[in-house]
């Protein structure tokens, strides 16, 4: 992993407060509904092709322009609205994203589907800026690898329950009651923010007669940076391939449109096994878990790619994908909220979000290209190649930042 972890001495939060599940519990499940409706298009890719009259990687890319939109406007947005409650945004943000799922339920085109999505981006993309920072306002440092394992158990089970049962509604029901579905679920989630969700004090106190250092002068502003490129890389080359996943399986592997459903269902499920893992590994072996968790990704992907025609290794293989996966992006937040400074904070979890849907609408993207281009077949093996890449940086920027450290104390 990268980054020095910096002080979070001047945090607000009281070591002696108990901790707060029943908030953490409410994050996560608001997490659950966003990820579920940005990633509800993987699973209904074929129907929703079929519908609108457009390709599979025009359909693919949906995807793509939904991350694409958070990436420019998470930023400008997290800074415009850095003065608000950020317990209120959240509840205004999820009520935008059920409204744009309604809005992509009755699209009558494509065009206005992708006008859709890009609402529901720009929400989303708040709402990221907003919540990968909240956690760490509740708890403090010492217990942010269990905070954020609760609250990354959102995103787990998005691919546990919610773009698998999405998926088995569009199959039975059109993919356009799939989205109606999910836009009623986040509107409730909302309500449930509104009655569990404790609020928090987000704002920076400087002492009298205090300096005020601009961030760009930050001394963990190269550490967030280099951190987001390693969460850049992942994300892609997951996405190249996950964002897929639905047609590989039917086209390339020996799997029926009716399993789609119940793949994802096993890949999500032992997500959960992943996160688990990551609740202790961020806390007690943070690069060690890791490294064990990419090479865990590259071995399942490899033998997906090389035994397809398997039923057998390519389910194994999946729910090992799956468990390995499931606790990298956890990791990767828990390292995120250390490295950064407290004033840091929302601009580092502004920052980590637009990395992470770089690398998802980039990883769509260059997959669906490279479907057109070379075929489905390609995808895993550009998986690999990335996440290597990404556990390359790491490993050496650590190495770096170790012999710095060395010859720092022995000067």
Same mark, same amino acid.
Request: charged share 10%.
């Given at each position: 992993?990268?980054?020095?972890?910096?002080?979070?001495?001047?945090?607000?939060?009281?070591?002696?407060?108990?901790?707060?599940?029943?908030?953490?519990?409410?994050?996560?499940?608001?997490?659950?509904?966003?990820?579920?409706?940005?990633?509800?298009?993987?699973? +209904? +890719?074929?129907?929703?092709?079929?519908?609108?009259?457009?390709?599979?990687?025009?359909?693919?890319?949906?995807?793509?322009?939904?991350?694409?939109?958070?990436?420019?406007?998470?930023?400008?947005?997290?800074?415009?609205?850095?003065?608000?409650?950020?317990?209120?945004?959240?509840?205004?943000?999820?009520?935008?994203?059920?409204?744009?799922?309604?809005?992509?339920?009755?699209?009558?085109?494509?065009?206005? *589907?992708?006008?859709?999505?890009?609402?529901?981006?720009?929400?989303?993309?708040?709402?990221?800026?907003?919540?990968?920072?909240?956690?760490?306002?509740?708890?403090?440092?010492?217990?942010?690898?269990?905070?954020?394992?609760?609250?990354?158990?959102?995103?787990?089970?998005?691919?546990?329950?919610?773009?698998?049962?999405?998926?088995?509604?569009?199959?039975?029901?059109?993919?356009?009651?799939?989205? @109606?579905?999910?836009?009623?679920?986040?509107?409730?989630?909302?309500?449930?923010? @509104?009655?569990? *969700?404790?609020?928090?004090?987000?704002?920076?106190?400087?002492?009298?007669?205090?300096?005020?250092?601009?961030?760009?002068?930050?001394?963990?502003?190269?550490?967030?940076?280099?951190?987001?490129?390693?969460?850049?890389?992942? +994300?892609?080359?997951?996405?190249?391939?996950?964002?897929?996943?639905?047609?590989?399986?039917?086209?390339?592997?020996?799997?029926?449109?009716?399993?789609?459903?119940?793949?994802?269902?096993?890949?999500?499920?032992?997500?959960?096994?992943?996160?688990?893992?990551?609740?202790?590994?961020?806390?007690?072996?943070?690069?060690?878990?890791?490294?064990?968790?990419?090479?865990?990704?590259?071995?399942?992907?490899?033998?997906?790619?090389?035994?397809?025609?398997?039923?057998?290794?390519? *389910?194994?293989?999946?729910?090992?994908?799956?468990?390995?996966?499931?606790?990298?992006?956890?990791?990767?937040?828990?390292?995120?909220?250390?490295?950064?400074?407290?004033?840091?904070?929302?601009?580092?979890?502004?920052?980590?979000?637009?990395?992470?849907?770089?690398?998802?609408?980039?990883?769509?993207?260059?997959?669906?290209?490279?479907?057109?281009?070379?075929?489905?077949?390609?995808?895993?093996?550009?998986?690999?190649?990335?996440?290597?890449?990404?556990?390359?940086?790491?490993?050496?920027?650590?190495?770096?930042?170790?012999?710095?450290?060395?010859?720092?104390?022995?000067?």
């Amino acid at each position: 992993m990268i980054g020095t972890p910096v002080s979070t001495s001047s945090s607000p939060v009281k070591t002696t407060a108990p901790f707060p599940y029943i908030g953490l519990f409410s994050l996560a499940g608001a997490i659950f509904v966003s990820v579920t409706s940005e990633f509800l298009p993987t699973g +209904l +890719l074929n129907a929703m092709a079929e519908d609108l009259d457009v390709g599979i990687s025009t359909a693919g890319y949906l995807v793509t322009i939904f991350a694409g939109t958070v990436v420019v406007a998470t930023t400008p947005l997290a800074a415009l609205t850095q003065r608000f409650s950020r317990k209120s945004l959240i509840v205004v943000v999820l009520l935008v994203i059920a409204v744009a799922n309604v809005l992509a339920a009755v699209a009558p085109t494509y065009g206005v *589907l992708v006008a859709a999505r890009i609402l529901g981006g720009l929400a989303h993309g708040l709402f990221w800026a907003v919540v990968a920072a909240y956690s760490a306002h509740l708890v403090p440092a010492h217990q942010l690898g269990k905070a954020v394992a609760i609250t990354a158990g959102g995103g787990t089970a998005a691919f546990v329950l919610g773009v698998p049962v999405g998926t088995a509604i569009g199959s039975a029901f059109g993919w356009r009651t799939a989205f @109606v579905i999910i836009g009623a679920v986040v509107a409730l989630l909302a309500l449930v923010i @509104v009655k569990f *969700l404790p609020p928090v004090d987000h704002h920076v106190q400087h002492e009298a007669g205090e300096e005020r250092v601009p961030l760009r002068r930050d001394a963990s502003l190269k550490a967030v940076i280099l951190l987001c490129v390693v969460i850049l890389i992942v +994300l892609t080359g997951q996405n190249v391939f996950y964002t897929y996943i639905a047609p590989w399986l039917t086209e390339v592997s020996s799997f029926e449109q009716g399993d789609v459903a119940l793949v994802l269902f096993l890949y999500g499920g032992a997500g959960i096994i992943g996160l688990v893992a990551a609740g202790y590994a961020a806390d007690r072996f943070p690069r060690k878990g890791f490294v064990g968790a990419v090479l865990l990704v590259m071995g399942a992907v490899l033998t997906l790619a090389i035994l397809a025609d398997s039923t057998a290794m390519v *389910l194994v293989a999946v729910i090992v994908w799956g468990a390995a996966f499931g606790g990298i992006p956890a990791m990767l937040q828990t390292r995120m909220l250390r490295t950064a400074s407290f004033r840091m904070r929302d601009v580092a979890a502004a920052l980590q979000t637009t990395a992470f849907n770089i690398g998802i609408g980039g990883g769509a993207l260059v997959g669906g290209l490279l479907v057109d281009g070379a075929g489905l077949e390609i995808l895993p093996f550009v998986l690999i190649v990335m996440v290597a890449a990404s556990l390359a940086l790491s490993l050496t920027t650590d190495t770096v930042k170790d012999r710095r450290e060395k010859h720092r104390l022995h000067a």
